[in-house]
């Protein structure tokens, strides 16, 4: 028991520090959808100019979570953070999600000035259903059809210059004969309401709304984490997008963790912000 206490006092000193070095800014309005406003929330690392900046898309099978308690992981490091919001499933089908980020982007590159953080090189950062997202917004720069024409900037680039793809599904036409009975039970419902119909009976778009169909040769470099162990979405999603991506003679890494299921602590690790710090280090700085 004492153990515990002073673990958790260790950790809740760990985030009061964090706290202290951050500066937060809560619900910006990105955008306006039908009379809803699309929130992001803000977190620039204190003392630091001109940081790079990370988009974090949060997971939950599309059709629940939030752009609350993103990860911290990166803010030591000197990265500026923005969480965002965008549509849920519930709300409305494929590829709302993907107008979202990238009016998230062009929003963000726009006020880059206003917040103090750089515009140039914009990284997407998400896992499991978020992981999908960043992977394929990245995969689809400057892709006109999945645009969108949402926010106050549609002159404005929503291009990014790398992706971080934590255990996210790529290619819809083969999950599921790839998954567990578990993972079948969870992605069977929620593809249907981010389709807005079963996979097969909308093959084309179940294909467009996969990163692995979208890679060409001026994606972004792409850094993908997996564990060997996730029974929500099989590895070889990551491997199969790591296979698309070395086809087409881009830079992509990965890296699976042993032991290491959908989520959890595995993920947070300092040993893993240092493997992606030094990857964006590469990327960002040639």
Avoid: C
């Avoid at 934590?166 to 969870?186: A, E, R, Y």
């Amino acid at each position: 028991m004492k153990k515990r206490i002073i673990y958790l006092a260790f950790f809740a000193a760990a985030a009061l520090h964090l706290q202290a070095q951050t500066d937060t800014t809560k619900n910006i309005a990105y955008a306006e959808v039908t009379g809803k406003k699309l929130l992001l929330d803000l977190y620039m690392p204190a003392g630091r100019k001109d940081p790079y900046l990370i988009i974090w898309i949060h997971g939950g099978a599309w059709r629940s979570g939030s752009k609350e308690s993103p990860p911290t992981g990166m803010l030591p490091y000197g990265y500026a953070l923005a969480s965002i919001n965008y549509r849920l499933s519930e709300e409305a089908v494929f590829p709302a999600p993907i107008y979202d980020i990238k009016a998230a982007v062009r929003y963000l590159r726009a006020n880059a000035k206003k917040y103090g953080y750089r515009p140039d090189k914009i990284i997407l950062w998400g896992s499991s259903a978020g992981g999908h997202l960043a992977a394929l917004a990245g995969t689809t720069n400057n892709d006109k059809e999945l645009e969108g024409n949402i926010g106050m900037y549609p002159k404005e680039s929503s291009s990014v210059q790398a992706v971080l793809d934590f255990f996210g599904p790529s290619d819809f036409l083969t999950i599921l004969n790839q998954s567990t009975p578990h993972g079948i039970s969870v992605r069977v419902p929620a593809l249907k309401l981010l389709l807005g119909k079963p996979v097969e009976e909308v093959p084309e778009l179940a294909k467009k709304a996969s990163p692995v169909y979208q890679v060409d040769s001026t994606d972004p470099p792409m850094l993908i984490v997996h564990g060997d162990q996730d029974i929500q979405v099989p590895v070889n999603q990551s491997l199969e997008l790591v296979a698309a991506y070395k086809k087409n003679n881009l830079p992509v890494q990965l890296e699976i963790i042993p032991g290491a299921g959908h989520g959890g602590s595995a993920y947070d690790k300092k040993e893993l912000m240092e493997t992606v710090s030094k990857f964006l280090d590469m990327t960002l700085n040639k």
